[in-house]
């Protein structure tokens, strides 16, 4: 299995971007999918989850209401539309699968393939 995610970049307060992951190898939508973020000198954190058809998704709370996960299992790819972005979001993102299902947010240990992780920065 191979993720690969793009659309990071730097954006100012306020603004939006739409970061994709890309997978290659095992069968796409017998994966939950998340997205997880980190910035320098803190631990991995949990932005959001979406399951297997994309029926059930789950976001932190710092970005309910902002980010929207989404998928298209037919081009094995899931999404994150950042909308209201704010500097305290900037992070390296990483798209990460999982086999694991259960309601409620996740954590690093639950994903067993990672992508190389995208650059947001948010100005202010």
């Known amino acids: 299995v191979q993720l690969v995610e793009s659309g990071g970049g730097l954006v100012q307060a306020g603004g939006s971007l739409r970061l994709s992951c890309a997978a290659s190898g095992g069968t796409f939508s017998s994966y939950v999918m998340g997205w997880f973020r980190q910035a320098p000198g803190k631990e991995r954190e949990f932005v959001a989850v979406?399951?297997?058809?994309?029926?059930?998704?789950y976001y932190a709370d710092s970005v309910k209401g902002r980010f929207t996960i989404s998928r298209d299992n037919a081009k094995n790819t899931v999404y994150l539309q950042m909308n209201s972005l704010k500097p305290d979001d900037t992070a390296v993102y990483y798209c990460a699968q999982s086999r694991k299902y259960y309601s409620g947010r996740y954590y690093p240990d639950d994903f067993r393939y990672w992508g190389q992780g995208t650059q947001v920065t948010v100005s202010s």
């Open positions: 979406i399951a297997y058809s994309g029926g059930v998704t």
